[in-house]
Structures are given as C-alpha cells and as structure tokens.
C-alpha cells in the first residue's frame, strides 16, 4: 500500500519554526479520486440547549499530593529491606527520572493508586517530585520554541 | 484498593524501562501533548510512529456508577471497565521532555485521568473523514476547557477527501484552526503534525504578547 508523497506535508521542513503560522490550503485535490467536494455530516456546536454533562470530581484529594502524569519522579535513596513492596518498585524504578505515567505502566497500577504510594514515598521524603512546565495564561515562546526546535531533530 | 500486581511487584518480575528508554538524570520538567479521536482513528499509531519509547500504556478501572448508567432493575451489581490510554515520550533536551497521550475520545471517560488535559501544551484531534461524526464530541469539549487543537486528517487510502473549508464548515471550527493531512503511520508526518500544533501554539502565544 503506497502512499502518495504529500508535498504540503514535506515542505514544512524547509519552514522557518517561527515563521508566522499560516493554515495550509494546498489540500483540496479535485483530481484525487476520493475527492469530494461536499462534507455529510456537520458539527452542531453546544449551546445553553445542550449542556456539557458535569462530573463532579472531589476536587484536590487532601490525602494525594498534587501529581500530574508528567511529573517527573526521582528516588532520593535505595529501598530499606523492610519497604512495602510497592514502596521498594516505586525506588528502584526511579533511580532515574520516571514520569508518573511511566510508573503506572510499568507498575501494572492505575496512576491513582500510584498517587497514593508516591504520596507516602514523599511525605517521607524518599522521592523528589519535579513538576511539569504547564501551558499558562502568559506566553511562554521559549519554551514553545525549545519544543519546537526538538522535534525538528526527529 | 486491590493491589492485584503485588506478586509482581515481590517477585522480581517488574519491568522498567529498557536501558535505551532509560531518562538522562539531568531530566528536569516535562511537558504533554494529547493526540484525541475517536476509536481506530490512529490515536495509537501516531504516538508510536514518534515516540523514542515503546508505547506504554496506563489503565484505568471504573464502574457502571461511574459512566453514569442508570441501573433500571435497581439491581446492585456493577460492572468494570477498563479504559487504557497508550502513550509515548520525546526527549526535547537534556533537560525537557515531550510526553504524548493517545486519549480516548469518549469524553466520559477523560476524568479518569484528572488533570489530563490541564497544563497541556495543546491538542491533536485526529480525524477519520469516513467517520467524522466521532470527533464531534471531541472538538466541543476541548472549546469548553480552552485547549487549543488543531484537526490533523489520518489518511486512510479509502476515506473520501474533502475540501479544508468545506471540513472547516462540516467541524464548524474557527478559520485560524489548522487543519493538516497526516499519514500516522510515518514517523515525518506525525511529527509535522506536532509542529503545525507547536507553531499554532506559538502564533497564539504572539498574538498574546
């Protein structure tokens, strides 16, 4: 199964990473036979008629440390032989950096009970907790530039 | 809680990381993308086609009570579901890391994951035009919470092809919203597919300042 080499695709390497976005519009080929012009279905947006279920959450749990899932994870030291063995995985696991979601993975527990463990491990100050850097209200282009300028070298 | 891996964990049977997925200490913060669609629409593929780790995944339990289905026989047996997320990582630096998650795109089930979506750079909705309608529900709800997403088009070979504008009329999306083609499969498509969303993102970030 071949696939046709999309050049709008392509000649966003050649693209200065900052250069102003512009949307492309080089994707209608009215000679591609599965081309067709009309789109069947349409996208009704929600209004005050149809309003977004709730979920009420219990907010910030006070027993859970505030974990995101890319918290990066590090262990301060070695298991003691009498850790639980959730305690002694979670340790040796992150000897270096370990993201919370790689923990679960790994781990075989859902990320909320890995929450749970990482909350004990930290309050007994036997893993360090480094925070992600969050999309905020104020632009940050640095790091959206580093992100950038990264996945360029893919 | 049942610690059902707890002979896992005491038998020295634990997987970590393989010495190539292994974090440089340096390791300081990390950031996250969700790629969101609808079921089979390569959610999965994309991730795996960029990520520097063999995908892993993370799973979730819930219960009937959770998805919110009345029980009409007033009946008290509950029934679990589990949900699973795929996802992948690229290292950016020394110092920054890029995770990315494969999500779901029925929305009950994201707050399974709280705070999936907070703090996230932005939003891939990976779309499926023999089956638009599943992203509907998808695009919504990131409008709701302010993720900003662009709409990257999986070519399947035998999804029709429409016009952008006329996909921009059928999502009822705002003209800034790009909207690419991809093939998930490629490594160099996915990826592009991140830095239109990284690129938007830095528009907006422009515009703001």
């Given at each position: 199964m071949t696939h046709p080499q999309d050049p709008s695709l392509d000649s966003y390497d050649s693209l200065?990473?900052?250069?102003?976005f512009t949307a492309p519009d080089s994707l209608d080929d009215v000679h591609d036979p599965r081309f067709q012009a009309e789109v069947p279905v349409k996208r009704a947006r929600r209004g005050p008629e149809n309003p977004e279920r709730l979920y009420i959450l219990t907010g910030e749990d006070s027993e859970r440390a505030p974990l995101d899932l890319v918290t990066l994870i590090v262990a301060k030291g070695e298991p003691s032989p009498t850790a639980q063995p959730e305690h002694s995985a979670v340790l040796r696991l992150c000897r270096t950096p370990l993201s919370v979601a790689e923990l679960s993975a790994y781990l075989v527990l859902p990320v909320s009970v890995v929450t749970v463990v990482l909350t004990e491990l930290l309050a007994a100050d036997l893993v360090q907790a480094r925070a992600p850097l969050v999309r905020s209200a104020l632009p940050d282009r640095s790091l959206l530039e580093a992100v950038m300028h990264g996945l360029q070298k893919l | 809680m049942d610690f059902k891996s707890s002979d896992t964990l005491t038998s020295g049977m634990l997987s970590g990381p393989r010495e190539q997925d292994v974090l440089p200490a340096t390791a300081a913060a990390a950031v996250k993308i969700v790629i969101v669609g609808g079921f089979g629409v390569g959610k999965t593929t994309m991730v795996g086609s960029v990520s520097e780790i063999r995908p892993l995944t993370t799973e979730e339990t819930m219960t009937e009570a959770g998805i919110g289905v009345d029980d009409d026989y007033g009946s008290e047996t509950k029934t679990a579901t589990t949900v699973a997320m795929d996802f992948g990582r690229i290292s950016i630096s020394e110092e920054l890391v890029l995770y990315l998650f494969g999500t779901?795109?029925?929305?009950?089930?994201?707050?399974?994951?709280?705070?999936?979506?907070?703090?996230?750079?932005g939003a891939v909705v990976l779309i499926d035009t023999r089956r638009l309608e599943v992203s509907f529900d998808v695009i919504g709800r990131l409008e709701e919470r302010g993720v900003p997403f662009i709409i990257a088009v999986n070519d399947f070979p035998d999804a029709p092809r429409h016009p952008v504008e006329a996909l921009r009329t059928a999502l009822d999306l705002e003209k800034e919203v790009p909207i690419v083609h991809c093939d998930a499969r490629r490594r160099t498509s996915s990826r592009d597919a991140l830095l239109t969303l990284m690129r938007y993102l830095h528009s907006l970030a422009m515009a703001r300042a």
């Open positions: 200065d990473p900052l250069d102003a | 779901p795109g029925q929305e009950r089930f994201w707050f399974l994951w709280n705070g999936l979506f907070e703090g996230a750079l």
